[in-house]
């Protein structure tokens, strides 16, 4: 299965230009995406308030090996489902990236935006807010989208980017950052090549390993196909190898994990079904467990009386063994006396 787990979504977005924006998706042969809402700074309610996703349910469908909760995930009632066929869509979830500049103002609003969204991701601004993403948030980010058309401001260092990803936390490079930049503007060139130089310090900082591809198209125009977009990053330099690992089991990964999370028991123990039968068949299965352990009660004390019997047997014949020696010693000596 492949993934694109950025798809701009905006609330002045036509319904067409989504619908198109989503068949052309999946007839580039992409099973999942994510509609993505960007909150800046600015947007961020503060005060205990609570999150609400304003991103419509276009399909209630899973993905497979799990992936988001839709059920519990709070919506306006004027963002119903759409009446899109969802034979020719994708997969769809829905996601949030909180742009940071300062976390303290920020922290403690995460789990409200993990419980509303399906994915979360954060795009840090500045080096302490990278830092925060990379190290010191309360739970891992799903997901560190950074804005690499723009001057960091910042190294990469290898080892901070490297603890992200020992956290469960994956980089995110948006190809079409680059390819929806005019070739004709000057400022487009230059956006284009600080990009290429960005990605090319986050592979050299992690090794290509923890890196998810996404596109960020604003529009179907925006989209590419799943081997252009590897050869692409084989150019600004991901191997092809890990090129399809960020298209398909990277991105997946962080698709189960956060789905896990919403479900499971404290993200770790995640009930995938329950079992048929309910207390009747308990009740026979304790039953038969009983009458096994009951029967092999009795096979061990069989067992214990025949070596009983075989002790005792045993004993005579080491009396007779005892005879035999007399008789040789008696021999002996008639010999010796003899000489």
């Keep these: ?18 619908q198109n924006t989503l068949r052309l998706s999946k007839t580039l042969g992409y099973d999942v995406v994510a509609l993505n809402n960007t909150i800046t700074g600015s947007q961020i309610p503060y005060s205990p308030s609570p999150i609400t996703n304003p991103i419509p349910i276009l399909n209630p469908q899973q993905p497979a090996g799990g992936g988001g909760a839709p059920s519990s995930i709070t919506t306006p009632s004027t963002t119903a489902s759409s009446s899109l066929p969802s034979s020719s869509l ?27 969204y399906d994915l979360l991701a954060l795009r840090p601004t500045s080096d302490r807010s990278f830092t925060w993403a990379c190290n010191n948030t309360t739970d891992p980010p799903a997901l560190i989208s950074l804005d690499l058309t723009r001057p960091l401001g910042y190294h990469i260092h290898p080892r901070t980017a490297m603890a992200a990803v ?23 060139a230059r956006a284009r090549s600080i990009f290429i130089g960005n990605v090319q310090s986050l592979v050299r900082a992690t090794k290509g390993r923890g890196i998810v591809i996404s596109s960020e198209a604003k529009s179907a125009l925006g989209l590419r196909g799943p081997a252009d977009v590897v050869n692409l990053m084989a150019v600004w330099g991901l191997g092809p190898e890990r090129g399809f690992e960020g298209l398909g089991t990277g991105a997946r990964a962080v698709v189960v994990n956060e789905g896990v999370r919403r479900r ?4 770790v123990v995640d009930i995938v079904s329950v079992a048929e039968g309910g207390p009747e068949r308990a009740k026979g299965e304790e039953e038969e467990t009983n009458g096994k352990q009951g029967k092999k009660g009795q096979q061990q004390q069989g067992q214990g009386q025949k070596r009983k019997n075989n002790d005792k047997g045993g004993g005579g014949g080491i009396g007779g063994g005892g005879g035999g020696g007399q008789q040789k010693n008696n021999k002996k000596m008639r010999k010796e006396g003899m000489a």
Excluded: K
């Design 90 to 116: 994708p997969t769809i979830l829905r996601r949030a990236t909180l742009e940071i500049t300062d976390p303290a103002t920020t922290n403690y609003r995460l789990p409200d935006f993990t419980r509303a």
């Design 264 to 267: 499971g028991f404290r993200g």
């Design 166 to 188: 020992h956290r469960g936390s994956r980089f995110e490079v948006c190809y079409s950052q680059a390819v929806q930049l005019s070739s004709l503007n000057p400022e487009s």
């Design 1 to 18: 299965m492949l993934y694109d787990l950025n798809i701009a979504w905006s609330p002045g977005l036509s319904p067409s230009d989504l």
